[in-house]
């Protein structure tokens, strides 16, 4: 089972996914890979719960999708399966463009460095029927020493 095929079963299989990590329950993810830098692609259906006042794809939605994808090209895809515990010290997101509910969208997270402390990621978050910008991240992880 190659690493995509991992983290799909281990999103799957994990029941306990409560508040802020909900999300990943309805996250499909596409591809995982770790050359030469990591990068993960997955997809979303926009559903009521990831949805504003409005019934939009929420802007903390957004920002969280950028939380979760920056993280996965850090630790998804490596030879290792322990997975260093990390925190986020920095991240920005541009909410550029509204998504409905039932539209599907595509977030693609890139590792820009990855070092022996500090991680630093780019995250873009596209509607996938027209492939226009929905979301554009950054996200910089700091790892713990065990």
């Known amino acids: 089972m190659d690493a995509t095929e991992q983290l799909q079963v281990a999103i799957k299989n994990n029941k306990d ?17 770790k050359e030469p830098q990591g990068y993960v692609k997955a997809e979303l ?9 409005v019934q939009q794809l929420h802007g903390a939605m957004m920002c ?3 939380d979760i994808a920056g993280l996965l090209t850090l630790t998804e895809g490596k030879e290792t399966k322990v997975t260093p515990p ?6 920005n997101t541009s909410c550029i463009r509204a998504v409905n509910i039932g539209e599907t969208i595509v977030i693609e997270g890139r590792c820009l460095k990855d070092g022996a402390n500090l991680g630093f990621t780019n995250v873009d978050i596209y509607r996938k029927h027209d492939g226009k910008l929905v979301a554009s991240g950054r996200h910089t992880l700091m790892k713990f020493r065990l």
């Open 45 to 53: 259906v926009v559903q009521e719960e990831h949805t504003n006042s």
């Open 86 to 91: 990390v925190a986020s010290i920095e991240m």
């Open 17 to 33: 996914w409560q508040n802020f990590n909900r999300p990943w329950r309805t996250l499909k993810v596409l591809e995982v890979r």
């Open 64 to 66: 969280l999708l950028v």
